[in-house]
């Protein structure tokens, strides 16, 4: 059963009023759905806030998502947008990539004030407060907001807002990533461009640094790397679909890019053993150097979504249009 939400009028102007759907997904879990009037779509979980979904105005789904993702509590979701906090993969004391990705979170309908520039009607705000279980593990308090948006075109937008609510006067400090599964034609057809020359530590070396020295990366085994001090854009080409999807990323100067290949693909259990050639993950993050707040201060991370149509000549895309265009 689907109910349509909307805030009372009395929230502000009609950009930062929203309209969403409420429903029941896989295993009976809640789930938002946004639509935009020209046909693009996304779904999110509260269950980790999790994107699920994203569909261009054709119902192309965007995301990857496993076919043997398990949607029970407290198994994460393989696939989407899980969101990695307090901690990137195995950083820090805690389990890899921390815990935000599978706690129930909560609609915030009397969000602060959002300031932003894209006005969207199809928006959910959601909220994550720490458990006391969750305050043994991690001993700070916070208040994470999250706005999963559909913009007119069709883009996605994630705006995550993550305040230290401590009232001890400590400080605390997070890595963060949203670990964006894409789907692809075909790993070993697509092309990464706008991380070229840049350093990156080698997850598969024991994240010793290296620097970039291809024109593109291109995919033909295991890859598992964190580029440092990216530029706001980053494209995904994809040479069969003819479809380049962009990354816009604001206050996340990292980004990892991962596929698991053949060998680790059969390992997991919430993976199908040839899906590795299906998905590929580009994923804006905050690792090398961890984000400090003080009680009070606020940090901000936005990740912006958007596909644009290539053209090839010669198996190319057209010269850096995409990279260095608006």
């Given amino acids: ?19 969403y759907e409420l429903s029941k997904g896989i295993n ?30 054709q119902a192309e789904e965007l995301l990857f998502l496993s076919s043997k993702a398990i949607f029970k509590p407290p198994k994460p979701i393989r696939g989407g947008i899980p969101i990695c906090f307090p901690q990137f993969s195995n950083l820090g004391p805690l389990d890899s990539h921390g815990f935000a990705r599978n706690r129930f979170w909560t609609i915030d309908d009397s969000p602060p004030p959002f300031l932003t520039n894209t006005p969207s009607k199809a928006f959910v ?5 720490p458990s006391e279980d969750d305050i043994k593990i991690w001993p700070h308090s916070f208040e994470f ?3 999963v948006a ?22 605390f400090s997070f890595t963060f990533a949203n670990h964006t599964y894409f789907s692809v034609s075909d790993i070993s057809e697509v ?4 991380l070229e020359t840049l350093d990156y530590l080698d997850n598969l070396q ?19 790397r964190i580029y440092l001090s990216t530029p706001t854009k980053i494209a995904i080409l994809d040479h069969e679909k003819k479809r380049t999807i962009v990354l816009r990323k604001d206050g996340l100067p990292d980004a990892v890019v991962w596929n698991p290949w ?29 984000i400090t707040l003080k009680p009070g201060e606020e940090w901000k991370g936005r990740l912006e979504l958007s596909t644009v149509p290539s053209s090839y000549c010669s198996g190319q895309l057209d010269p850096k249009k995409v990279i260095q265009g608006s």
């Fill in 150 to 171: 559909l913009g007119s075109g069709g883009d996605l937008m994630m705006t995550s807002r993550i305040r230290n609510t401590n009232i001890d006067g400590k400080p």
């Fill in 206 to 224: 024991k994240r010793e640094r290296f620097t970039e020295q291809g024109d593109a990366l291109t995919f033909e085994s295991e890859f598992d």
């Fill in 191 to 194: 092309r990464v461009e706008g």
């Fill in 28 to 57: 009976g879990l809640d789930k938002v759905i946004l639509r935009d009037p020209r046909g693009s779509s996304a779904e999110v979980y509260l269950y980790g806030a999790h994107v699920t979904s994203w569909k261009n105005e």
């Fill in 262 to 290: 053949d060998k680790k693909a059969k390992a997991m259990s919430d993976f199908g053993d040839d899906e590795y050639k299906y998905m590929l993950c580009v994923e804006a993050a905050a690792i090398e150097k961890p």
């Fill in 125 to 129: 705000d959601l909220i994550l407060k």
């Fill in 145 to 147: 907001r999250l706005r």
């Fill in 1 to 19: 059963m689907s109910s349509e939400k909307s805030p009372s009028s009395a929230s502000a102007s009609a950009s930062s009023s929203s309209s």
